[in-house]
């Protein structure tokens, strides 16, 4: 995680780096919370069939209940069983806009990270144990 948020998840450590799986790239999935009632949601980068692409950096976040997700809504991570790879409340990004009802299972809607993973600088690794960052 950065200041801002959430970056990504930890594949592989060695002595003085590691390899970060980034939020927005294929394939990631990323349980969430949205919105002051902490509806449960899921985040990945890609757009739900029949819309256009998502602009770059942008992620959909798909309900998974019957909230619907409302512009302005912050996105936090749901965290997942023993904390790995995510622990809970961790800000990700807010809602910048809410896709059209087109008879999917959940409303879906565009979101936008807090981080930007293009001029990432600096991160801190969450560790088991009270470890804290590094």
């Known amino acids: 995680m950065s200041a801002d948020g959430l970056v990504g998840r930890v594949l592989r450590v060695a002595d003085a780096s590691?390899?970060?799986l980034l939020v927005g790239d294929p394939?990631?999935?990323?349980?969430?919370?949205?919105?002051?009632?902490g509806a449960l949601g899921s985040?990945?980068?890609?757009?739900?069939?029949?819309?256009?692409?998502?602009?770059p950096g942008r992620l959909t976040l798909t309900a998974l209940g019957d909230l619907p997700p409302v512009v302005g809504d912050e996105v936090s991570t749901l965290?997942?069983?023993?904390?790995?790879?995510?622990?809970?409340?961790?800000p990700l990004g807010v809602v910048v806009a809410v896709d059209p009802d087109r008879g999917q299972l959940g409303?879906?809607?565009?979101?936008?990270?807090?981080?930007?993973?293009a001029t990432l600088?600096?991160?801190?690794v969450v560790l088991p144990d009270g470890?804290?960052?590094r």
Do not use: F, Q, W
């Not at 394939?27 to 009632?37: K, Q």
């Not at 985040?43 to 602009?55: F, K, N, Q, W, Y």
């Not at 965290?79 to 961790?90: E, F, I, L, N, W």
């Open 18 to 20: 590691a390899d970060v």
């Open 79 to 90: 965290g997942s069983p023993d904390d790995r790879p995510y622990v809970a409340g961790v």
């Open 43 to 55: 985040v990945t980068v890609d757009a739900p069939p029949g819309l256009p692409a998502r602009e």
């Open 121 to 124: 600088d600096l991160v801190a």
């Open 27 to 37: 394939g990631v999935v990323v349980g969430v919370r949205y919105g002051v009632d």
């Open 131 to 133: 470890g804290g960052p």
């Open 107 to 117: 409303r879906t809607a565009v979101v936008r990270p807090h981080v930007d993973t």
